[in-house]
């Protein structure tokens, strides 16, 4: 959900995410751990579960001590005694930082025991020279609150590969001052599989999607290798595929940032580092659609006027406007469709009929004095514009309490009354100008947002939409933000939808448009702030976390659009810009949506899994297979960090493997950044005849190409 309130999630994008590449030395997730212990040795004598003990003359051995001077050092029974006694900044600059130590690869499951007399900070890091060529963090910091008398910190980790690694241990926090922090023991195991650490649920974070929620841990196969049987049956076609699921949404605020203020070009750079990508539906925009005035965005620089979309910007002149945006898209995905989210708050009805004959006039038949088509043809846009879909307003439903959403002399009616009441009103003066204009209305937010505020039954939202407005829609749209909650509830959330349109209307002609949605960033223990997580949405766990649930959209019938949340906003970006090098770079999420769509076939066909224990189609694994005409097309996620997959198939027809594209990193949190591609997609030509066969790695996306 995108509340008006929040861009925190939505639009910090571009500073969220240079803060989190400028500080990342000293602030990021529990991963960290993850390479913090390939730090030490399994034969060094602090991993045998042996309390720290000091050496000789009072030297702690194989550490170095940092800022001594701001501690006090003794013996503990068991362990070492810190007092701190004078603050330090950076606090990872007072305490303890090991010796630097080769480690091999492999998984491991570091404990720290901690004893404290009060609520008490600590501060662990990795630092890694990674094959021994340049120096890196290990995916991020911990910052964690002691509690009395003991911690014990445990985390699972691995490592990729051999690696020469430091962990240090930062106690330097003004809160510390006075307190004694007795470091206990600190052991290493060294395990085959790793396992969830308590199946106890744990806190979403922050953001406003899943605020104050607690979600489970996610389950982990504890198999090296899950047999796998899979079954295609090509006769049995169960959807013709829609290539407008693999769309993106895009951003009017960010977007200010790409656009030369001269030309009102885009910058060839944006373009360049989505070079391969398509985006064959483009949906403008979320949140700040219901604020952008595109009457005030079009025309020459000069004529156009100022307006704010943030609360935080001041109110400016939007060099990228629909035309620019327009023109953007064109040249990323030739022959690109659009959905344009309606202003319901700001434009009123009159202002959407000339939209829509601004996009979509010839320019013969004016609705008023202001030939709209005309202009549009004068700034640029010499052909109509393929409007797919009319969205009618943008998540109305988080606003219930807010009445600058009710038009209605009753300030008491119920807001999704009000919502009704505008979408006629928008729907009827479209209609005057484009008969044949399609609409969706939203659905409200998930279950588990309504059930935190007490709102009531969240599919009571669409049942009413539904009941209105059901002969005049042809979608209704939800906005799933997955990891928080698993794909699989999303999926149950579109099944109450599907069902209550058949049961509302009597038939199945609205189908679901997934008009946003991503990964939603869970603040980790540890993190002190909800965008210190932000990374993970376009991490491998990200594309992987995506890629699943497209995956699983390919296979229902009902989704016949859905556009990525997003293209460059907010912590989802597809491209950022770089201030330092002054370019523009890729995430892993446009080498996923370019992987996705060279997978697309013609239909989606019918399959069985079967095998033993994990082998099933879960939230850590899915497939589907593709007829394409002279083949088939396997697209194949592996959520599983550690786990592979050996698939066995069986067709009705004999085929030939000719590609395989595997899409992955060394750790599922392992990121791109303006200086380096992370996340690699690898394509290989094969000519296995008579196909049978495939042991999937762990942590990828696969599409395997065969031939008749």
Same mark, same amino acid.
Request: hydrophobic content about 40%; glycine content about 6%; charged content about 25%.
């Given at each position: &959900? ?46 045998? #579960? ?29 362990? +070492? ?10 606090? %990872? ?11 091999p690869k492999g998984n491991y499951r570091l404990s720290l025991t901690v004893a404290v007399e009060s609520d008490a900070k ?33 985390? $699972? ?29 600190? $052991? ?22 899943? !605020? ?19 079954? *295609? ?8 595929i829609d290539v407008r699921v693999l769309g993106a949404q895009w951003n009017w605020i960010t977007s200010q940032n790409y ?38 965005? +079009? ?44 202003? &319901? ?26 030939? @709209?088509?005309?202009?549009?043809? $004068? ?14 307003? #943008? ?24 919502? +009704? ?28 947002? %309504?059930?935190?505020?007490? @709102? ?58 997934? /008009? ?5 960033? #869970?603040?980790?223990?540890? &993190?002190?702030?909800?965008?210190? /997580? ?20 390919? $296979? ?21 810009? !770089? ?19 060279? /997978? ?25 297979? &593709? ?7 396997? *697209? ?17 027809? /004999?085929?030939?493997?000719? #590609? ?49």
């Amino acid at each position: &959900m995108l509340s008006s309130v929040s861009f925190a999630r939505y639009d910090h994008d571009h500073r969220g995410h240079e803060m989190l590449k400028t500080k990342r030395t000293f602030l990021s997730l529990w991963l960290s751990l993850a390479v913090i212990a390939s730090a030490l040795q399994l034969n060094a004598q602090y991993l045998k #579960n042996q309390p720290l003990t000091l050496g000789e003359k009072g030297v702690l051995t194989d550490w170095v001590l940092n800022a001594p001077q701001a501690f006090e050092l003794s013996a503990a029974e068991p362990g +070492i005694a810190f007092r701190v006694t004078t603050a330090v900044n950076p606090v %990872y600059n007072c305490g303890l930082a090991q010796q630097k130590i080769r480690l091999p690869k492999g998984n491991y499951r570091l404990s720290l025991t901690v004893a404290v007399e009060s609520d008490a900070k600590l501060f662990i890091a990795v630092r890694t020279d990674e094959a021994d060529q340049k120096k890196r963090d290990a995916g991020g910091d911990i910052w964690t609150t002691l509690k009395a008398p003991e911690t014990i910190l445990e985390k $699972q980790i691995s490592t990729g590969a051999d690696v020469t690694a430091q962990i240090i241990i930062g106690i330097g926090f003004k809160e510390n001052v006075g307190q004694r922090i007795v470091l206990k023991k600190i $052991q290493l195991k060294q395990v085959a599989i790793m396992k969830d650490e308590s199946p106890q649920a744990v806190a979403a974070g922050a953001g406003h999607e899943y !605020d104050g929620i607690m979600l489970e841990k996610e389950k982990r196969s504890e198999k090296k290798t899950i047999e796998t049987e899979v079954t *295609v049956d090509e006769t049995k076609v169960l959807r013709t595929i829609d290539v407008r699921v693999l769309g993106a949404q895009w951003n009017w605020i960010t977007s200010q940032n790409y656009v030369d203020v001269e030309t009102l070009a885009i910058k060839s750079g944006f373009l360049t580092a989505l070079e391969g990508t398509r985006i064959p539906l483009n949906r403008m925009a979320g949140t700040e659609s219901q604020f952008f005035r595109w009457k005030w965005a +079009i025309g020459p620089l000069s004529d156009r006027k100022t307006h704010q979309l943030v609360s935080w910007e001041e109110e400016t002149v939007k060099a990228f406007g629909p035309v620019e945006w327009v023109k953007t898209c064109q040249s990323v995905t030739p022959g690109a469709h659009f959905s344009w989210t309606l202003n &319901m708050i700001k434009d009123s009805p009159d202002d959407s009929a000339d939209l829509a004959e601004f996009f979509c006039g010839d320019g013969t038949h004016p609705r008023g004095e202001t030939n @709209w088509a005309r202009l549009r043809q $004068q700034y640029g846009l010499m052909e109509t514009v393929p409007v797919d879909i009319w969205e009618l307003g #943008n998540e109305f439903d988080w606003e219930r309490n807010n009445k600058r959403f009710i038009r209605s002399e009753d300030p008491q009616i119920f807001p999704v009354q009000g919502y +009704i009441e505008l979408c006629r009103r928008h729907m009827a003066a479209i209609r005057s100008v484009m008969p044949q204009a399609k609409f969706c209305a939203h659905a409200a937010s998930g279950d588990w947002a %309504y059930r935190a505020r007490k @709102w009531g039954d969240w599919s009571e939202w669409h049942r009413e939409v539904l009941k209105a407005l059901g002969k005049e829609l042809d979608y209704i749209s939800f906005h799933p933000y997955y990891l928080g909650a698993p794909v699989s509830v999303m999926e149950k959330h579109l099944g109450v939808i599907r069902d209550d349109i058949r049961s509302i209307t009597g038939d199945n002609r609205i189908k679901l448009f997934i /008009s946003e949605h991503a990964v939603w960033p #869970n603040q980790d223990p540890g &993190m002190k702030e909800w965008k210190d /997580s932000w990374f993970k949405t376009h991490a491998l766990y990200g594309c992987l976390g995506t890629a699943h649930f497209l995956n699983r959209m390919f $296979q229902n019938p009902e989704v016949v659009a859905a556009t990525y949340h997003n293209v460059n906003g907010g912590p989802w970006g597809m491209v950022y810009w !770089d201030q330092a090098s002054s370019n523009f770079w890729r995430t892993g999420m446009a080498d996923t949506f370019q992987v996705l769509n060279r /997978s697309l076939g013609r239909e989606v066909v019918a399959l069985e899994v079967s095998g033993g224990e994990d082998a099933k189609p879960n939230d850590h694994f899915s497939i589907t297979a &593709m007829n394409t005409g002279g083949g088939m097309n396997i *697209v194949l996620v592996n959520r599983e960090e550690y786990s592979q997959r050996q698939l066995h198939f069986t067709f009705r027809s /004999s085929y030939t493997l000719t #590609n395989e594209t595997v899409l992955t990193a060394e750790h599922k949190y392992a990121y791109n950044t303006a200086n380096e591609r992370r996340i690699i997609a690898k394509d290989m030509a094969h000519s296995d005849v008579g196909f049978r066969t495939y042991l999937m790695p762990a942590k990828s996306l696969v599409v395997l190409m065969l031939k008749k």
